[in-house]
Nanobody, 130 residues
Framework: EVQLVESGGGLVQAGGSLRLSCAVSGFTLDDYAVAWFRQAPGKEREGVSSITSADTNTYYSDSVKGRFTISADSAKDTVYLEMNNLKPEDTAVYYC???????????????????????WGQGTQVTVSS
């Protein structure tokens, strides 16, 4: 059974940092596409970042570019989202999602909210106070 467990969320002041982890079990990170999504109350789900094993390219939405960094540790089967210079508008529940990567598909495609990822984590709350 594949499981994704997010951790690292919490309450932080504006300008602060958090590192989210997405620990994967039952799925070896040797051929993968992982994306981080977030959803704030009353808002649609937003894809913020994605990464694939194929070429290690990464994607960031304009709202987080330059502040967030996605990375993967295949030895630990864990994907991270380092979040710096956090803003109140970053407040949301953050989810990681996992699928097998598809040859030729752009990395940004996996961060599209319409992409049908096979596996999802339960989410971790990030709250940024002003």
């Amino acid at each position: 059974e594949v499981q994704l467990v997010e951790s690292g969320g919490g309450l932080v002041q504006a300008g602060g940092s958090l590192r989210l982890s997405c620990a994967v079990s039952g799925f070896t990170l040797d051929d993968y596409a992982v994306a981080w999504f977030r959803q704030a109350p009353g808002k649609e789900r937003e894809g913020v970042s994605s990464i694939t094993s194929a070429d290690t390219n990464t994607y960031y939405s304009d709202s987080v570019k330059g502040r967030f960094t996605i990375s993967a540790d295949s030895a630990k089967d864990t994907v991270y989202l380092e979040m710096n210079n956090l803003k109140p508008e970053d407040t949301a529940v953050y989810y990681c999602a996992l699928s097998r990567s598809i040859l030729g598909l752009e990395v940004k495609s996996y961060a599209n909210p319409l992409y049908q990822h096979r596996f999802w984590g339960q989410g971790t709350q990030v709250t940024v106070s002003s």
